[in-house]
């Protein structure tokens, strides 16, 4: 009786822990400002119906200079996942969630189709995140080629 105890102790302890750092990571990931939500699907496939809902990991994004970083919302990583750099992103165009997108997406979520690098991708977010996001592209250095459709 006391050993199940013990071990039921140190699970709840554990998992208290567990929930603790991830929330401090989150913390300190917002910290410095200029974060939002945002879903990410990467290599996505041309047609928008073609994959459905499958595919989209929910995130954070952080402004970083020239780059965007996201970070999985559900991880313990310090790094970012992925890595988009200003000056690779060409914007393809915008759509709302279709069919089984609208379960896997935040309910005011608008997709953006982008490629960076050669590589498809989407990235959904609020609307005031899409005017930021675009805000952003549009305002490279000079002699910087930005596509923003």
Request: with cysteine.
């Amino acid at each position: 009786m006391v050993l199940a105890l013990t071990v039921c102790g140190i699970v709840v302890v554990l998992v208290v822990v567990g929930l603790f750092v991830f929330g401090l990571r989150r913390r300190l990931l917002q910290r410095s400002g200029g974060t939002f939500d945002c879903s990410l699907r990467w290599d996505a496939p041309e047609t928008a119906g073609e994959a459905g809902g499958k595919g989209w990991a929910y995130g954070v994004a952080r402004y970083n200079g020239d780059r965007v970083e996201w970070f999985r919302v559900f991880s313990y990583a310090p790094r970012p996942r992925r890595v988009l750099e200003r000056s690779a992103i060409e914007v393809a165009g915008r759509r709302v969630p279709e069919g089984e997108e609208e379960l896997a997406l935040l309910s005011d979520a608008v997709i953006l189709a982008c490629l960076h690098r050669g590589t498809r991708l989407e990235l959904a977010m609020s609307e005031d995140a899409l005017t930021g996001f675009l805000a952003w592209l549009e305002a490279a250095p000079p002699g910087q080629r930005v596509n923003v459709a």
